[in-house]
């Protein structure tokens, strides 16, 4: 069952969905919630010419979080805006920190804005779940899809969350490598 914006507005209220800063009036559509652009993002470093590099996930001893430091960097995104070029690949990151207790008995789904998909824009390739239990910032898998250049800002509303109600409590919440990720 999806959450109407009565419901998320009350399981906020209830601290059954936990968002700082609270989201303000235009947040809220029929069925979701919209979050915004932090100011920081972490671009992946092109390799040097003639250096081929591959990464290799399903290898043993594979850490995310190593290859995330060795092949990205900072990127600031300020209100005057960050130019993400066609076919650029960013990762991004909510302003909003959400919080969703195992025993609320919801989970979530980021999407995209229609707004910004139609120009090109995907904040997320795969990974839209949020499991109950998540405690953190989302971090948003930003890429242009489209031919032209688009300025990205940060506090611009970037996507939206639509919360679901699961069946039943989880035996175990969200324990996951992203569970307390931060935006540093």
Same mark, same amino acid.
């Given at each position: ?5 009565? @419901?998320?507005? $009350? ?29 920081? *993002? !972490? ?21 995310? $979080?190593?290859? &995330?430091?060795? &092949? ?32 609320? !008995?919801? *989970?979530? !789904?980021? @999407?995209?804005? $229609? ?16 499991? *109950? ?23 611009? !509303? ?5 919360? @679901? ?20």
């Amino acid at each position: 069952m999806i959450l109407t914006d009565r @419901e998320i507005q $009350s399981a906020i209220q209830t601290q059954q969905i936990r968002i700082d800063p609270s989201p303000d009036a235009a947040a809220y559509s029929s069925t979701s919630l919209d979050l915004t652009l932090a100011g920081k *993002a !972490r671009s992946w470093k092109a390799p040097i010419g003639g250096v081929q590099i591959a990464i290799d996930p399903g290898s043993d001893g594979f850490k995310f $979080s190593e290859v &995330y430091q060795t &092949y990205t960097t900072d990127v600031d995104v300020p209100t005057s805006g960050y130019l993400l070029e066609p076919q650029a690949f960013l990762l991004g990151w909510t302003q909003e920190h959400v919080s969703l207790p195992s025993h609320s !008995r919801l *989970a979530a !789904r980021v @999407e995209g804005k $229609s707004s910004l998909a139609r120009l090109g824009l995907g904040v997320h390739i795969t990974a839209p779940t949020i499991h *109950a239990g998540f405690d953190a910032p989302l971090q948003l898998e930003i890429v242009n899809h489209g031919a032209i250049p688009i300025r990205l800002r940060s506090g611009m !509303r970037i996507c939206q969350l639509i919360f @679901e109600q699961t069946f039943g409590t989880p035996a175990k919440g969200y324990a996951g490598q992203f569970k307390t990720q931060s935006s540093g």
